[in-house]
């Protein structure tokens, strides 16, 4: 077990990093979309083979896929956000198992108004894509929410669906709001390396 997650975890390295140093602003192609699918799709062949969680594994593959249709051109935006937004769901639905039903408290309110906040900002901003932006807005505003109701020492989790949202939110500004094409190989460099210790950290924090 021991081996087998050191070589995972060094795969997921490797190939995030050829993406990030290599493929990230690249034009779409084949290997540009293999590299960006490649590391997620190793966390769930990881956890499917280690037998860590049937759901956690298909959340990994839906974003795996999701990973592969935001690669390529902006036809394929709203598959890619299906799949994220599907695999949100089953993270909502882990969480929900462990959560211990407490009160809505502060940290939801905080999220509740920022979604509120940013979803207003962006919502003139997204042309075709308004609708699927703001039900994504919506699932990954309960996704997070959710992880609020987990005890303590689900730390982890709750760094990685913060990770998340800041991704995403990152992403939005990238595709949506910034048009000068420096800013927004520093912004895909953020969503690429947040996205990624995001997937980490909610693989890590589950199967501890």
């Not at 927004?184 to 947040?194: C, F, G, Q, R």
């Amino acid at each position: 077990m021991t081996n087998t997650l050191a070589l995972s975890a060094a795969a997921i390295c490797l190939a995030a990093a050829v993406y990030g140093f290599g493929f990230l602003n690249a034009e779409i192609s084949g290997w540009r979309s293999f590299w960006k699918t490649l590391p997620v799709a190793i966390m769930a062949l990881f956890v499917a083979a280690t037998g860590s969680g049937g759901l956690l594994a298909l959340a990994l593959g839906l974003s795996a896929i999701g990973d592969y249709f935001l690669s390529r051109d902006d036809s394929k935006f709203t598959i890619g956000l299906l799949s994220f937004l599907t695999a949100h769901l089953l993270y909502i639905w882990i969480f929900w198992q462990l959560a211990e039903r407490q009160a809505l408290g502060w940290p939801h309110g905080a999220m509740a108004g920022y979604a509120l906040v940013y979803g207003g900002y962006l919502w003139p901003r997204t042309g075709a894509f308004r609708l699927p932006v703001l039900a994504y807005i919506l699932v990954i505003t309960a996704m997070v929410s959710t992880a609020f109701f987990l005890p303590t020492g689900f730390g982890m989790i709750i760094a990685g669906v913060l990770a998340f949202a800041f991704s995403d939110s990152v992403l939005a500004l990238e595709m949506f709001v910034v048009s000068n094409p420096q800013t927004k190989i520093a912004l895909s460099k953020m969503v690429w390396v947040s996205y990624i210790a995001a997937q980490g950290l909610l693989v890590v924090g589950l199967m501890a």
